[in-house]
């Protein structure tokens, strides 16, 4: 098993397209600040340096590293330097935390091809993987158990089009 980490904004919004695609685990937390054990409403204030990621745990026989960017890319606005959708602030920022080099590697590409097919500047950070928090329970598999509240939270976000 190997996992990725992937900053795309709204932490609820991103987990269940990843399970369709064969992905054992999406878990929701916080990454890449320097804040120990952070709170939920710590990052969404900003006060921690973290943005909200998810924790994918994957088997790559059953599905590449490759695959789970083309996901991300599908379900993120990659031009947007301010959040996502209607999440503004930098915990909602996009970033993807590689674990190696070869990660960075085809994430780099990706990311180029987006820009040069699109002729836009992407705002997707590059950066090394330095910490994961678990989100408190609530946030695990909010699709889940609030599926009202989840698809709501889609279409006024403006995910659901």
């Avoid at 999406?26 to 990052?43: F, K, L, M, S």
């Avoid at 590449?64 to 209607?86: M, R, T």
């Avoid at 085809?106 to 040069?116: E, M, P, R």
Wanted: negative net charge.
């Amino acid at each position: 098993m190997k996992e990725a980490y992937f900053a795309g904004g709204c932490f609820w919004c991103v987990t269940p397209i990843y399970k369709m695609y064969g992905v054992d685990k999406v878990i929701c937390g916080y990454a890449g600040g320097d804040e120990e054990n952070p709170t939920y409403e710590q990052v969404k204030h900003q006060e921690t340096g973290h943005r909200e990621t998810i924790k994918l745990v994957y088997d790559p026989e059953k599905v590449s590293y490759d695959k789970l960017l083309d996901i991300y890319f599908a379900n993120v606005d990659p031009f947007d330097a301010e959040g996502q959708f209607i999440d503004k602030g930098f915990s909602y920022t996009l970033a993807i935390f590689y674990g190696d080099e070869e990660e960075k590697a085809i994430a780099k590409s990706k990311l180029d091809k987006i820009a040069a097919d699109s002729g836009k500047e992407t705002f997707v950070e590059l950066l090394p993987y330095k910490n994961f928090y678990e989100a408190e329970e609530y946030h695990q598999d909010y699709y889940l158990k609030n599926p009202e509240a989840f698809e709501k939270e889609l279409i006024e976000s403006g995910r659901k089009k």
